[in-house]
């Protein structure tokens, strides 16, 4: 197999990666889509704020700032064709004093010269009337019609599975090392699963394409990894927040803002915090203390007991400010993404289409393919259905009237769904990405034990080998009576 | 979808929708539906392979699963519809209930009278905030009982044990049986919050350090938790710097308290008291929209089974006069009030006819443990109506107070808006 040769072979299979994959799907190209990961989507598309920006905020004339306006425009198609929760609700960026009113006028003029449709600017009562628990500070707001919120991980598992469906071959643990290069060409990628060749390489690793540009000889660009920290907040807190609320923005970030979620629960945060280790992905006391104390700012209202769990991402800050998007040309044959931070997630779509055309006038030849399917159908979530269609699949298939995840009412065929899924749910966390298990409020308690076992019958395992999210993190480690199993010496 | 109604409908088949169903039955309600999610009936017991179940209702230690067995078999011979897997999605105030199984499908049943029994669900580690990474190896206490008594698997080999509730407690001692390592119980407050008897028979009698106001300030690990952080807290629960201590482990499981599980409650928009977590109840154990009962651990969180064995009679045996009878007309009834160094009372409303049927027992919490004797005293307009003596209190064991018949023509003769006041007097 290794000696396959592929025309695009893509590294990291975040939003970014399965997008790119998806939208070459639709050519006659050999398209290979790793990932290090156990899953798709266990980086950064993972662990953000899941907000759909409008596009004021890049500086204009950036790549950010092009990309992110186009993205947001294709996200109506995308999420269509992918079955993707996605909604247009609006965002407000918030003025807390009368100084702060000035920063909305200077977004509303930039967003005006990035192209953005749908900016208003709202007087305090407005805002008090369209988010009644905003705070009595509340100077004046921005609202961006386009601006929405999304399932990212649903996005990214949806564009992967609908690329392997139309032919891309996706290996999920698979290491990017190291490179082949042959007559000054990058002529393969060296992986812990052996060599791939290639014609062109595209990485889209996130935090760590500079590593990988670094093992192809490019010390150019640098990645500093800036931690965001979140609390989730159970749906109660819902009736708090309609939609999604900035604060004026900061030189470093967005600020931390309280949004509702696509599923209905409210998030907090994110900090931003400049850290050294890329996997560094630890909430901290102080992290926290500040996402809380910035949330309050905006919503005094919210109440610290619906907290139902916190949790960390990394943005991929580069050196440059702006998204790196570019074929270097000291290493013909890659093309690099890095830089990808905040709004990448909305210029997603945007930037699949831009390496799609960076790879047309580089040469590659793109055929359409006849039997090109942009189609992918989720399967139904039970919560979501009226009782008639609850009927109707209970009728076909039992397994969908016995429910697993009290909190969220998932079922067990949507459990068993996922796990023979295009991208099998191999994880704990996969399982959970896909099917809402165990995101409520009791975090697993209920469904864990259920959940082994179907998981384990499904795919063929022993309980003992489901993990987490792959790797030493199994779930439980060893029969019971069985005391002598796993400790050291003993055997 | 399919359509049934019926005299009483009990959600839940624990210790608590059993008892209710039985007494439905013995008070005269003809048809009675029993609903349970799980696929066995008996609640939480099933995966309580201790003893001390059932010492006051049948004069035995029983294990759960035995206590439990006792219940079923009444339920039974009772003859009621016990619907296994089969989960309740919503309530409405008619009393119109959705259920879901894999055999029927969609269930709509009417009920003339309702006895709400879900239990109650284990506070994850979320609801604490924990910093630090998010690997896997955390449990609820409940949810590595479930694992190791009934799956039959070990959730890992070196525990941390954040809480000192009683479920925490007896999955130290479970866990060490199984030959793991408990390295320790750490618990935040300056006292126990289960039951002493927990302490000396599963965690000194083990020789597991136990350390009070200690919590974990950090997990630590990537893939499997690898340590966690613990360190002292101050009178307000903050870290005191300098104390931390790393202690390396793969499992932390917490034991850090229950919340009645009242969703489909509160979808019929039943009203909620905020520091049980249950129902607003009278005596009877009717919560305030007519017709909808509570028993067990949904109404609040009990130690005992045999309390929430007895409450629960009583609840389906009222339920069942409700299916008869409808609604009577009366009046705002008599509050209970929680007076020095009490946290809650149960019920939370009186009404004099019906004490002057039978008498009424009071459960309540109180704030902060006395290890010495102290008077349990409830008082109407300066009268006392009830007291007893108690060689100690403490926040972990629930306390009650017998208010006799012979009390009920003073709740008759109360003004409004007067309470009966149930204290501590130490
Ligand atoms: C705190 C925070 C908030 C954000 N909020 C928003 C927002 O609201 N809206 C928005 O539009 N954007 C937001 N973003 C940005 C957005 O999340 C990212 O731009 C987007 O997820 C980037 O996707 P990606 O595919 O480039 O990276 P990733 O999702 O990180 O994917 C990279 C993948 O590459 C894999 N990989 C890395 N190295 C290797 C290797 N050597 N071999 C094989 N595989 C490898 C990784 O496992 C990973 O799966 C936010 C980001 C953060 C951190
Ligand atoms: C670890 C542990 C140790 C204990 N040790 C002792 C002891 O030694 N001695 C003692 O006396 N007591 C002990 N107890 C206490 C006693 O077990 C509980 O108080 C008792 O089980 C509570 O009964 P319940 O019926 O209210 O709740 P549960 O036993 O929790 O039963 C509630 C039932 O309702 C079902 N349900 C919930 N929601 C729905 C829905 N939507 N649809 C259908 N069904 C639903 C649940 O599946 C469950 O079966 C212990 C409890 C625990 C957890």
Redesign the pocket.
């Known amino acids: 197999m290794p000696s396959e040769l592929y025309d695009v072979i893509i590294i990291g299979a975040g939003v970014v990666g399965s997008l790119i994959a998806r939208a070459l799907a639709r050519y006659e190209a050999r398209i290979l889509l790793l990932d290090k990961a156990s899953d798709v989507g266990e980086g950064t598309t993972k662990a953000n704020t899941a907000i759909v920006h409008a596009g004021y905020d890049a500086k204009p004339g950036s790549l950010k700032a092009k990309l992110n306006v186009a993205g947001n425009a294709l996200f109506d198609q995308v999420c269509g064709e992918l079955d993707v929760a996605f909604e247009r609700c609006g965002t407000y960026v918030v003025a807390t004093s009368p100084e702060e009113t000035a920063t909305l006028h200077t977004l509303y003029e930039r967003g005006r010269e990035n192209g953005v449709p749908g900016l208003h600017l709202l007087s305090a009562e407005e805002m008090r009337r369209r988010e009644p628990a905003i705070t009595p500070h509340v100077a004046g707001a921005l609202w961006a019609e386009t601006g929405g919120i999304v399932d990212p991980f649903a996005l990214c598992y949806a564009a992967a599975e609908n690329a392997v469906t139309n032919g891309v071959r996706l290996l999920l643990e698979t290491e990017a090392i190291g490179w082949l290069k042959e007559d000054h060409r990058i002529a393969g990628v060296i992986t812990n699963r052996g060599l791939f060749r290639g014609r062109w390489f595209v990485i889209a690793a996130g935090l760590w394409a500079d590593d990988l540009l670094h093992r192809a000889g490019l010390d150019g660009f640098a990645i500093t990894p800036r931690k965001g920290e979140y609390f989730v907040l159970d749906r109660e807190a819902a009736q708090q927040v309609r939609s999604v609320l900035f604060p004026c923005p900061t030189p470093i970030s967005k600020g931390i803002l309280v949004t509702r979620t696509i599923h209905g629960n409210v998030m907090l945060g994110p900090n931003a915090q400049d850290v050294t280790d890329k996997e560094d992905l630890r909430t901290t006391p102080e992290g926290l203390e500040e996402v809380m104390t910035g949330a309050l700012k905006l919503v005094p209202g919210l109440e610290r007991r619906h907290i139902i769990r916190t949790f960390a991402g990394l943005r991929a800050t580069g050196n440059t400010g702006d998204f790196y998007i570019a074929q270097p040309p000291e290493a013909p044959g890659l093309i690099v993404l890095a830089g990808i931070e905040s709004p990448g997630l909305t210029a997603s779509p945007a930037i699949a289409e831009y390496v799609v055309e960076m790879l047309r006038e580089a040469g590659l030849r793109l055929a359409e393919r006849r039997d090109y399917n942009p189609i992918r159908k989720g399967t139904p979530r039970f919560a979501d259905l009226s009782d008639a269609e609850r009927e109707a699949l209970i009728a076909q298939d039992p397994r969908w009237g016995r429910i697993i995840c ?1 909190c969220e009412m998932v079922t067990e065929a949507e459990v068993v769904a996922a796990c023979h899924a295009p991208i099998p749910a191999r994880t704990y966390d996969a399982l959970k990405r896909r099917t809402r298990i165990g995101t409520g409020r009791c975090q697993g308690g209920f469904d864990t034990p259920l959940v082994l076992n179907i998981m384990a019958r499904e795919l063929g395992l022993s309980p003992l080998e489901i993990t987490q999210k792959g790797g030493a993190s199994r779930m439980v480690v060893r029969h019971t009576k069985d005391p002598l199993q796993g400790k050291e010496g003993e055997r | 979808m399919k359509a049934l109604s019926c005299d009483v409908l009990v ?7 059993l008892a209710a169903a039985v007494s439905a039955r013995e008070a005269g309600a003809e048809e009675i539906i029993l ?4 696929n066995e009936l008996g ?3 099933p995966q ?1 392979i ?1 003893t ?2 059932g010492v006051r209702v049948f004069g035995q230690d029983l294990s ?1 699963p035995e206590y439990a067995w006792r219940w079923i078999r009444r339920a039974r011979e009772a003859d009621l519809r016990l619907l296994s897997e ?3 999605l919503s309530l409405s105030p008619e009393r119109r209930v959705i ?1 879901t199984n894999s055999r029927d499908g969609l269930l709509e049943i009417s009920a003339r009278a309702i006895v709400l ?4 669900r284990e506070r994850p580690r979320g609801a604490l905030s924990i910093p630090g990474t998010r690997p896997a190896g955390v449990y609820t206490a ?1 949810t590595a ?1 479930r694992l190791v008594n009934i799956e039959g698997y070990m959730p890992g080999e070196r525990f941390v044990i954040l809480g000192s509730g ?2 925490g407690m ?1 999955m130290a001692r479970r866990l060490t049986l199984e030959g793991a390592t408990v390295v320790e119980v750490l618990e935040i407050q300056p006292y126990l919050s289960g039951l002493r008897r927990n302490l000396v028979q599963c965690i000194r009698d083990f020789g597991i350090p136990l350390s009070l106001c200690t919590t974990v300030t950090e997990v630590r690990g990537r893939d499997r938790v690898e340590a966690v952080v613990a360190s002292q807290v101050d009178a307000q629960w903050r870290p005191i710097a300098g104390t931390e201590r790393i202690i390396p482990c793969d499992t932390l499981l917490l034991s850090v308290g229950l919340i009645p ?1 009242n969703e ?1 409650s509160r979808m019929a928009g039943v009203p909620i008291d905020p520091v049980t977590g249950g129902p607003y109840v009278d005596q009877d154990f009717s919560t305030r929209l007519p017709g909808i009962y509570a ?4 109404v609040h969180v ?5 309390d ?1 064995t007895e409450s629960a009679l009583r609840a389906g045996r009222c339920a069942a006069r409700f299916a008869q009878q409808g609604t009577k007309e009366r009046g705002p009834g008599v509050r209970t009030e929680a007076g020095e160094n009490v946290r809650y009372v149960v019920p939370h409303t009186l009404y004099a006819e019906a004490l002057a049927e039978e008498p009424i027992t009071l459960h309540l919490r109180v704030r902060q443990p006395i290890e010495r004797a102290v008077r349990l005293e409830a008082t109407l307009g300066g009268r006392v109506l009830a007291s007893r003596r108690l060689r100690y209190v403490r926040p972990g064991e629930m306390a009650s107070l017998v208010l006799p018949s012979e009390a009920a023509p003073h709740l008759a003769a109360a003004r409004e808006g007067d309470a009966l006041r149930i204290r501590v007097i130490a």
């Open positions: 009290r | 959600i839940g088949g624990g210790p608590a929708g609903l349970e999610r799980n609640g939480i017991l309580c201790h001390g179940f759960g089969t989960m309740v259920a029994a879900m239990g109650c409940g009982q009683d479920i007896i599980e489909i028993a067990g651990n949904v009990y130690d005992l089974v045999d929430v």
